[in-house]
């Protein structure tokens, strides 16, 4: 199952909206689970790996994924070729990541690139690889054009998940 803690204030009926996007991505159940707390005193733009360590409040169950959402900026991140905005960040194959819908004000203002970025976040959390296909959501997230894209899996990256789905339910 998919939990989305927020770390600030959300909609509900935009998160009711979300997590039916992430269950038909995925076809496994998706819900709000609460709201958890960023340490007190961390700086802004918040960086994203201390926070995924350091974030208080969180309850998780066995083969439970964890989404953190945030309105605040997440901290550039050095990649070889330069510095890459961040809205999100994953702990690869293991159960917890964190995607940020900065600039967005909220999730429907941005909702095709925040629900894009956030299958991204978690396909990485079921062990799934950046992407050559420009209209999946595992294309590397810093290209121009991913944005722009549909909040869809290609047909590789699809399947994979549901095998990596099923592995972890038997
Ligand atoms: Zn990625
Ligand atoms: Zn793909």
Known sequence: MIRVWTLDSFDDKQLAKFNRTLY???GV???HSGSAEIPAGMPEPLDAEKLLT???GIRSYKDDKILLLTTR???ERELPSGMAPTSGFAWH???RAILSIHPHKDLESGYKAVARHA????GHLWELHHCLDPRCSMYPPWTPSF???EPIFCTFCREKSEQKIR???S
Do not use: I, M, N, R
């Open 24 to 26: 038909t991505a995925f």
């Open 29 to 31: 159940g998706s819900e």
């Open 54 to 56: 350091d974030v208080k």
């Open 73 to 75: 900026k997440l901290k």
């Open 93 to 95: 194959g293991k159960d």
């Open 119 to 122: 299958l991204h976040q978690l």
């Open 147 to 149: 944005t722009q894209g």
């Open 167 to 169: 592995l972890a339910k």
